[in-house]
């Protein structure tokens, strides 16, 4: 609707068409009526060529013909030679208009109405200047021009005005007053002035909305460059309207020069051709050759390069060519879209009409530039009217397109909705996968362990070192499960780190320790550049994975020289809101390097920079992935640079941490001075070349739930005392359905002399306490057949509290949501198979200890009540209150001790005398307090002896005797 109100706006007001028209250089307009409609002052004017008559001519001119000498020019129009001088238009030069007008009586003031004329003019009013623009000159270097249109009032004492109108033109392919000039009251000048601003304001206003819309389409939807084109199109049109017409665009810029401003006038229309065949090209690439389109485009480019080079006076020259131009470029359009509406694809039509509409307007605009009609140039509407049956087939194209989209959309949901359950069944394969992989695993491992360590008796040299080599390949397919299951944790962000402050010398040096075997037989010095006490705030565990890849690929890329690790504190830049200190850690080798053309694989999953079958480094390719997403989780940043031949330096920045942490350090140096133990205890099972590969792997000790107490893991005596303590009361229960799992269970803890009772079913562990069984401790798989880990844990909790009966959770499956949900079930403490055997006795000796603990306070809680209830009855068999006498002051002080034993004091009052006994009654407790009671009774019986003691304690004697204890006096 707005393009139509738009369209409607386009066409000018018409001026009276019943107004009569002049005839040689007189118009009468004496019975026309100008107070609601302005008349056109068209028709012959008297012409002077090469000369600028006085503004007030002589009475001659007012009736001039070629007769009379004097030549006649139709305005609006171009001017030319007198009728009498054949030859050629004039393009350039300078010339004198006139016209005797005679307006309706009493009509004292009437207004005129001029748009530009080029290029300059002066219009005079009987001898009066009333408007101009420009200036009027007879060469070029006095004259300028200006387009501007003007309204001015005239005066008029008498119904007759003589109008003079001087122009001159050194610009332009053509000279004169191209418009028509209106005359009027100034009500309805004002009128249609308005009008013709409000028409080229909302013709600029539409092709500018419709512009940015189409742009803004593009923008979202970047493939569709139709839309761009159309969008440009319509901006440079909505331009080309505010330069045409009142000139909206010369009266904001007033003060800009001319010939800027006519070079945007010109270009705006001569880039709209080249962006419609874009336009066509994209929307129909089937019907529009790309080269065709292309000789256009370049031929456009030809004039648009010509219009910012040269003058006004040489590229002016181009626009009746350019007419030409666009006509053979919308004919051929016209053509092809006529060949896609017989082939009827979507929405041909309509741009098929838009075609024809702007090749109407060119048409029309040509023979207006050529002189030969001389109403308003229908370009504008042209454009318009192209655009609106563009816009409307464009929309249906996007209609379509979108209608498309919501299927495909409908489609891309349901397989997204697939994709997800795929991809949950992809990370329940991994876990489930990962679990299987680790249950034989760790039976591989766990029985080769066993089997060295003497479970089987003592072994010849050749079994030995074959074990060896069992154990340290089991172990590192272990790593290498752990490795993809923490690319799988990283992928879906279930990794959590539990950060605390860190020293990082003590990591460094236990980190350097487990590597010192790596080195093997290499010439290689493992160098620690020590730095003053730094603290990071990172997850333990973590931090030595980081050092571990890193320091491990330093040593395995590097046949000699050495691996030298350092560290420095850099402050955060105070520019930056936020920005914190980062400790940097550096670790430098003398290795092969890296080649430039890797440099940006090597952080890629499994991604090495030697992928070759033939290749002497094996691995993943894993480790520097996990390595640099690990340190990003901790806020910090990795860096390398590499040169091949000459070694490689990895960087990677940590926050800083508190320096007071001491519990960090602490476990630091605990791990530090148990590793040389650990290193020998290995070394009698394992070869050199292998016993780095063997020693355990940070991630298989990680669990939720930390020792309750501090065990040194790596001490087999220690183990062996402690596991002492609870033979034979420690029986544990195995539950797995894995017999190879239960072998391995058995072979570890028999070692420690533990009593194991075996079950390979959550059903055959229960049946055991159907049959009134008791175990001090159960080791429970999690997944196996028929009930799981958790159901049977959760059964057992409802007559066993968790210090009652410790149960440690053994899987494969070690994810966050695992391990809350054993938790959840009753679990006390979880262990990720492949576990290592030290590990894993020193977690069933902490659950004892636990255990044992958790009965003691028990046992010390019914102490405390007994001995509360033994003070209740001591201090209900107290005297209230002391005797009273007269010749006697008596005071008492009794003080009992904080366990309350038999002390007890009474008094027997006679009127002639008082017995005061004090007693002290052997043990504790209530039954102490029972002896007490039995004593006060006997003792106020005695009431005959007061001051016969002997009789007294023979009496007390005879009534307690046999009621205190076996045959014992109290």
Known sequence: MLLLASAAACMPRSADQSAPRAQQGFLDLSRTVLTTQPAALSGEWCFVWQLLIPPAPARMLQRCSPESGIAVQSVPGVWRRSSKEPGPQLHQGFASYYLHVRLPKDTPIVSIKMLPVDTAYRLYANGQLVAASGKVGANPENAAAEWRPRTADIVTRSPDIDLVLHVSNFDLEKGGPFYPIYIGSPAAIRLARDEGVLRDALLAGVLGLFGLYHIWLWLFRRSEQAALFLGLASLFAALHGLTHGEKLFFELLAGWPWELLQKVNVLSGYAILPLGLGFFGRVFPHYFNKYIIYAWQTLCAVFIGIVLLWPARVHFQTGVPYYFVNLAAYAYATIALGVACIKRPTQAGLFFAGVIMILAALIHDLLFEMGLVHDFPWYSLGILLFIFFQSIALAGLFAKSFQKVERLSAELEERNTRLLRLDELKDEFLANTSHELRTPLNGIIGITESLLQGISGQLNEIATSNLRLVAASGRRLSSLVNDILDFSKLQHSDIILRLRSLELESAVDLVLGLSQPLVDQKPISLIHERSSAIFVQADEDRLQQILHNLIGNAIKFTKSGQVVVRYHIQAGDAGESGAQNMVWIEIQDSGIGIPAAKHELIFQSFTQA??????????????????????????????????????????????????SSESSSADFRAQKESLAEQKERAATHLPATQLGRSLPDARDRESVLQPLTHTDAGSDEVLNEAAAQFKPAAHILVVDDDPVNRQVLKNHLSLQHYQITEAANGKEALAWFDQGQQFDLILLDVMMPGLSGYEVCQILRMNHSASELPVIL???????????????????????????????????????????????????????????LARQIQESLLPDQTPQYTELELTTRYRAMESVGGDFFDFLVNPDSLGIILADVSGHGVPAALIVSMVKIAFNQQHEHPDQPADLFQNMNSILWGNTGDDVEG
Request: glycine share 12%; charged share 25%; aromatic share 6%.
């Open 610 to 659: 030697d992928g070759s079958v033939a290749r002497e480094y094996g691995g993943t390719g894993l480790g520097l992935s996990i390595t640099k997403r690990i340190v990003e989780l901790h806020g910090g940043q990795m860096q390398f640079e590499s040169v091949v031949g000459q070694g490689s330096t990895f960087r990677f920045s940590l926050p800083v941490g508190e320096s």
């Open 810 to 868: 053994l899987t494969a499956k070690n994810r966050m949501h695992d391990l809350v949900a054993g938790l959840e079930h009753g679990a006390n403490d979880y262990l990720a198979k492949p576990f290592d055997p030290m590990e894993l006795q020193a977690r069933v000796h902490t659950m004892l200890r636990f255990k044992d603990a958790a009965r003691s306070q028990s046992d010390l809680a019914a102490v405390r009540n007994e001995l509360q």
